[in-house]
């Protein structure tokens, strides 16, 4: 049975890669993407969703731009890691198509509200968008079918030591959206950071011909970080929240208790998780089956690179 996923995310590499995933796989209906500021501005991740929705051949999928800013915070980006424009040094076409001109978080609310229980939410980086929306209408919450964030890690950060990205980007914002009245499914770090696109498969992405040379492989490879001692590739971060509405076996989670810190000085952005709290309000990933994902993963991009050969 396929699944219908609405993406709220900031493109981004891996944010690519997560999009290339949801238009690729057949049991996956993309019925909408929205756009948040996060690893680069607002401006910049729209264009970059509606220049991949071309690229990709998805024009019909509604393209909706949202918050350019944290709720309340300073903007912080990752153009350290994802480059000034958000895609490495990936060059796409000019799009053609325009944003739907609707804020995110209303084309949120009304494309959960149209058929409730019907569409998985799926978020890939600051979640400022989800926050709105919670704010504005708090039945999103009934109306997703699923929450998937990729998002948080219950051991280190990486933005801070404490604190992952997308979190640290907003965390009044996660703390409104762990608050709400869903159970959030959280791939953090701990999960994604078993899904690096090491040399192996690399070198399997790159015989997937055009759309390897021009667009997968120049995502899954231009960020390198030389501080982390057992660097094995980037790991594709955001491409694991998606995977998981697809195929949530190749997961293990744990049900726990997720609290956002927003006042700690060193702290502020940690996802501080109990797997022994009596009230759960999420559900953790903890472990990737790495072949199966890539094995999936790859099956896929080689089902769209075959769109792309001329
Ligand atoms: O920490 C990784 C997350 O931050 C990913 O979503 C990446 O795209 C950045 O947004
Ligand atoms: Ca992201």
């Not at 690729?24 to 991949?52: E, I, K, M, S």
């Not at 797997?275 to 089902?303: H, I, M």
Request: include cysteine; charge should be negative; proline fraction near 6%.
């Amino acid at each position: 049975m396929a699944h219908n996923i609405l993406l709220d995310c900031d493109p981004g590499l891996d944010d690519a890669l997560a999009l290339l995933l949801a238009h690729g796989d057949p049991n996956l209906v993309l019925v909408g993407v929205t756009t948040v500021g996060g690893n680069v501005g607002l401006q910049n991740t729209t264009r970059n969703a509606l220049q991949l929705r071309e690229y990709l051949k998805f024009p019909a999928v509604p393209v909706s731009a949202g918050a350019a800013e944290p709720l309340t915070r300073e903007v912080r980006d990752a153009a350290h890691v994802h480059g000034a424009g958000g895609l490495g040094n990936v060059v796409l076409p000019e799009a053609t198509l325009p944003v739907t001109g609707q804020h995110a978080a209303d084309f949120i609310i009304d494309t959960l509200r149209a058929t409730p229980g019907a569409i998985h939410l799926v978020a890939t980086g600051p979640l400022t968008n989800i926050a709105i929306a919670l704010e504005r209408e708090p039945a999103i919450a009934r109306w997703a079918a699923s929450f998937t964030i990729m998002g948080g890690s219950y051991t280190r950060g990486n933005a801070t030591v404490a604190a992952e990205f997308n979190i640290w980007a907003d965390p009044e914002a996660a703390k409104i959206v762990f608050a709400a009245d869903w159970r959030v499914t959280m791939i953090g770090l701990d999960l994604t950071l078993q899904a690096q696109a090491n040399s192996i498969v690399v070198d399997r992405l790159k015989t997937l011909g055009k759309l390897a040379d021009e667009l997968i492989v120049p995502l899954a490879t231009f960020y390198f970080n030389p501080n982390m001692p057992d660097w094995d590739g980037q790991a594709v971060h955001d491409v694991c929240a998606v995977a998981y509405v697809a195929r949530p076996d190749l997961f293990l989670t744990q049900p726990a208790r997720v609290e956002v810190e927003t006042a700690g000085e060193f702290t502020s952005g940690m996802t501080v998780v109990d797997f022994d709290a009596p009230a759960p309000n999420a559900l953790v990933a903890t472990k990737l089956d790495v072949n199966g994902f890539w094995a999936y993963v790859e099956s896929v991009y080689a089902r769209v690179a075959v769109e792309h050969t001329a």
